[in-house]
């Protein structure tokens, strides 16, 4: 703690949020602490008025009584940030969720509310980031740096696709925050096992404030991941940070701001919850060469009801990211998983940050898929499709059971690049559709034996197109290999 500002005392509690008086020095966003009977508790201004200061408790509020002495540590709220938080899961003060105690007693104080960078401190989003799923990858690429929506109904696969982003970052040198936001304690255990299991805590970090935690830890917890984030960007590395779910943060924020007694707006959300979230997502940045180069992705997450994306907060979120990643319910149920709707999905940025290998082989994808989804609606009715339709529908069910991907089971981008390369030129017209996913999964192990090499991971990753040598050993192996 810095010096003391001021003292103040708590005039009035009301489920999690301290009025107090005497904090006449404190800003938005200060950090207080309060001299409880049962010790102390961290605390943060988020109303400021001319004689009072509301106050969310960060911990156990109902140890807060009227009276207790209040102190304004005179700094805004941060959290202590160093490698040591790696493969740890902490709730939004950083103490371990396991052990009970602080991750990081000295390390380097980030800020929770932070000014995002400027124009002249970043770079333009250049370098993928591979989700390492097919749909997405391929047609809706996904730049270092991007903000990319992940939006859908519930247990349409969203966590399922930003855990899978995780899983995929193995070996590539990306810090990954997964930030649950008011979720069952059940389901952070599931997913902390999943990564451990995976290898993947190994680079991983998870914030997590659970359904039962108090609002105020629902409501901070993005900014403690975000200030996490920027711990690392700002020494030049790679993080990739999810938030699961802003749509429970919006929540929080809103029984917050109700408490406070702000005026509730549209759905009874206060008007500023749009300027809080795009000041949230600003965060996500490239940073410029002079400041080290390093990025943070940010994957925020967003639940629908009923697929209504034009709802208050999806549509604030939509206009405030670089895309979204649509998962659909009706596809979901008809087993296309991943529920990636391609015709809904954009990404506004990415590619101009997808490899050219990638880029070779998706376009023809995405064209299929789409005339695939215009042709579709013919053929409900049932009327006689000529040769080429009927082809052309052929071509699109196999796309479609192509981007079709088992949970945890990320694909190597060459891995990608190879099996998109026998689609759309014409390997896959003989694979029974009922026979693809068998087919995929021999034909790459299959590629890996014949290439040992490595020449056509290497030209992939390169980032130059398939061609010349690499493509004639492609076509060979393609050329080579029956399902049998
Ligand atoms: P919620 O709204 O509850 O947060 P969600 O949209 O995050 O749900 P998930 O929890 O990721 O959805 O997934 C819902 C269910 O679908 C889970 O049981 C998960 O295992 C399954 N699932 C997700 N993706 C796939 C997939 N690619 N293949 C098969 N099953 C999947
Ligand atoms: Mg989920």
Not at 153 to 177: P, Y
Not at 259 to 282: K, Q, V, W
Request: with cysteine; aromatic share 6%.
């Amino acid at each position: 703690m810095n010096e003391i500002k001021n003292i103040g005392q708590v005039i009035e509690i009301r489920d999690g949020i301290a009025i107090c008086n005497g904090l006449s020095e404190i800003g938005y966003g200060g950090e207080v602490v309060i001299q409880t009977s049962n010790g102390d508790v961290k605390g943060q201004a988020l109303n400021l008025e001319e004689d009072r200061v509301g106050v969310i408790v960060l911990g156990n509020y109902l140890s807060v009584k009227a009276g207790d002495k209040v102190i304004n540590s005179g700094e805004i709220l941060s959290i202590n940030a160093s490698d040591l938080l790696i493969g740890k899961t902490i709730n939004a003060l950083g103490i371990n969720l396991e052990t009970g105690e602080e991750v990081v007693k000295k390390g380097i104080r980030m800020p929770l509310e932070a000014k995002a960078p400027g124009i002249i401190e970043r770079k333009p989003v250049t370098r993928p980031l591979q989700t390492g799923i097919i749909s997405i990858d391929a047609t809706i690429p996904v730049g270092k740096g991007q903000r990319e929506l992940v939006i859908g109904d519930r247990q349409t696969g969203k966590t399922a696709v930003c855990i899978d982003t995780i899983l995929n970052q193995k070996g590539k040198d990306t810090i990954c925050i997964y930030v649950a936001i008011g979720q069952k304690a059940a389901k952070i255990s599931q997913i902390k096992a999943q990564l451990d299991k995976e290898g993947a805590m190994d680079y991983t970090i998870i914030v997590a404030a659970n359904a039962s935690d108090p609002t105020a830890m629902q409501y901070i917890s993005p900014y403690s991941g975000v200030a996490i984030a920027e711990y690392f960007a700002n020494n030049g590395q790679d993080v990739l940070i999810i938030y699961d779910d802003l749509t429970k943060h919006a929540f929080a924020y809103r029984a917050i701001s109700l408490l406070l007694e702000r005026p509730p707006g549209r759905e009874a959300y206060p008007g500023d919850i749009f300027y809080l979230h795009s000041r949230l997502l600003e965060r996500a940045v490239q940073l410029s060469d002079e400041k080290g180069g390093g990025s943070i992705t940010a994957l925020p997450v967003v639940e629908t009801q009923a697929g209504d994306v034009a709802a208050y907060i999806p549509t604030n979120i939509i206009s405030i990211t670089d895309g979204q990643i649509f998962l659909d319910t009706e596809l979901f149920n008809s087993g296309q998983r991943p529920a990636v709707n391609i015709g809904t999905s954009v990404s506004r940025v990415g590619s101009s940050a997808q490899l050219k290998a990638t880029k070779q082989v998706a376009s023809k994808l995405k064209l299929e898929l789409a005339q695939f989804r215009e042709l579709q609606a013919f053929a409900q009715f049932g009327s006689e499709l000529d040769e080429v339709t009927q082809k052309k529908i052929n071509t699109g069910k196999m796309m479609m059971e192509l981007v079709k991907q088992a949970q945890a089971a990320p694909y190597q981008t060459y891995h990608m690049v190879s099996i998109l390369y026998a689609a759309v030129n014409g390997y896959l017209d003989e694979v029974n559709l009922d026979e693809l996913a068998r087919w995929k999964e021999e034909f790459i192990s299959y590629l890996d034996n014949k290439d040992s090499d490595g020449v056509i991971s290497q030209a992939v990753e390169s980032g130059k197109k398939i061609q010349d040598k690499p493509e004639e050993i492609l076509k060979s192996i393609l050329e080579g290999f029956t399902l049998v």
